[in-house]
Each structure stands twice: as structure tokens, then as C-alpha cells.
Antibody, heavy 121, light 108 residues
Framework: QVQLQESGPGLVKSSETLSLTCTVS????????WNWIRQPPGKGLEWIGY???????NYNPSLKSRVTLSIDTSKNQFSLKLSSVTAADTAVYYC???????????????WGQGTLVTVSS | EIVLTQSPGTLSLSPGERATLSCRASQSVSSSYLAWYQQKPGQAPRLLIYDASSRATGIPDRFSGSGSGTDFTLTISRLEPEDFAVYYC?????????FGQGTKLEIK
């Protein structure tokens, strides 16, 4: 059974960089596409981007200038960096696997439990 | 970017009733690449339906999806107490992948 677990600081100062890691267990990260999705408190879901073990990435244009995804196959982890954060970046951040190993654009399954990141001034 | 509009915003029904949730896209969704998720408070979304009508593993058959082009529907045939939650649709036919704003299914 594939499981994902997000980790990282729960509080980030405004203008700094948010950094999160997703650890995958029960499956190799060397296949499929791996995604980050976020959800501001009380609001809907926003796809941030995906990374493939080959290193290829695709980002949401709304965040592209501030997002960097990376992957570490030796640790079965992938990571998110979001720079120049503001209060609008306060959200629960989820990592998830793309549903189809062969397709870049996917449904998302499974999901990590999510981690709340609050941006403080 | 494809905008997904879900309706109604809130649906009030009783256990045993039938629920019909709508998701309308601002342009045609390629190959019916549309998914539905259920989210309960404090939990991550759970995949219910993918490719518009395929049930995910372990999902009860009271959940069904239909539609194509710009109009999609999630139907719950007989509501169980555990079905009351927020439901999201998501399209993955074009980048960026986008979600609807959600429909809250509440107990009447």
C-alpha cells in the first residue's frame, strides 16, 4: 500500500521560502508523476505542480515564478520550495501521486495527510 | 485554463435519498479526463471517480459518474450517513489541472 507523508516547518515568515518534503513508502518513486496540491483554510484545492523521477517538471502558471520541485530517488522523497511567501500562501499542503504511471496529467491518488503551513508577518 | 463550476454550492438531503452533483467546464474536457473526490473535515481528499465514470478501488457502487464534453455529474444513489462531506471535481485534460470550488453535501 502506497503511503505519502509531508514534513516541514509549520510556520514561515513572510518573504521567506517555504520548504516541504514528501516521503513515499510502499512504492518506488522511480515511476509515476508526483504532485503538490494546496488548500487555503476553508477554501478549495489548487494544483501546484508535478515532478517525474526523470527530473521533468510542470508548474501551475499562477505559481511558476516562485516554485521549484526536486526529487531524491535514493531517499524516495520529493520536495517543494515556494519562495517569497505571503499570507496568501497559508494553506494545507498535500503531496500526491498521479493516478496513471504513463500520463503527465492525472487524477490524484493516494494523498498524504497534509500539513498546514502558516505564513506570518 | 479550464474553469470548473460546481452546483449547487450546498445540497441538503436526508440519508436514503439520491444526490446529484454537477460540474460544468468552461471548455470541453479532453477525453473525459475528469475526476471526483470526497473530503471530510480535517482529512485529505479521497478519490471516488476517474475518467468521468470509472470507480476508484474500494469505492461503493452507490457512487457513479457520468458526462462528457463540458457537463459532468456525480450521483450517489442512496445516501449513507458517512457520505455527507464536500465533493470536488477535477479536470486533467489540459494543464494546469484545475478543481471545482466544491459542493457541500449536508444532512437535512
Amino acid at each position: 500500500q502506497v503511503q505519502l507523508q509531508e514534513s516541514g516547518p509549520g510556520l514561515v515568515k513572510s518573504s521567506e521560502t517555504l520548504s516541504l518534503t514528501c516521503t513515499v513508502s510502499g512504492a518506488s518513486i522511480s515511476s509515476y508523476y508526483w504532485n503538490w496540491i494546496r488548500q487555503p483554510p476553508g477554501k478549495g484545492l489548487e494544483w501546484i505542480g508535478y515532478i517525474h523521477f526523470s527530473g521533468s517538471t510542470n508548474y501551475n502558471p499562477s505559481l511558476k515564478s516562485r516554485v521549484t520541485l526536486s526529487i531524491d530517488t535514493s531517499k524516495n522523497q520529493f520536495s517543494l520550495k515556494l519562495s517569497s511567501v505571503t499570507a496568501a500562501d497559508t494553506a494545507v499542503y498535500y503531496c500526491s501521486r498521479g493516478g496513471s504511471w504513463s500520463s503527465q496529467l492525472n487524477w490524484f491518488d493516494p494523498w498524504g495527510q497534509g500539513t498546514l503551513v502558516t505564513v506570518s508577518s | 485554463e479550464i474553469v470548473l463550476t460546481q452546483s449547487p454550492g450546498t445540497l441538503s438531503l436526508s440519508p436514503g435519498e439520491r444526490a446529484t452533483l454537477s460540474c460544468r467546464a468552461s471548455q470541453s474536457v479532453s477525453s473525459s479526463y475528469l475526476a471526483w473526490y470526497q473530503q471530510k473535515p480535517g482529512q485529505a481528499p479521497r478519490l471516488l471517480i476517474y475518467d468521468a465514470s470509472s470507480r476508484a478501488t474500494g469505492i461503493p457502487d452507490r457512487f457513479s459518474g457520468s458526462g462528457s464534453g463540458t457537463d459532468f455529474t456525480l450521483t450517489i444513489s442512496r445516501l449513507e450517513p458517512e457520505d455527507f462531506a464536500v465533493y470536488y471535481c477535477q479536470q486533467y485534460g489540459s494543464s494546469p489541472q484545475t478543481f471545482g470550488q466544491g459542493t457541500k453535501l449536508e444532512i437535512k
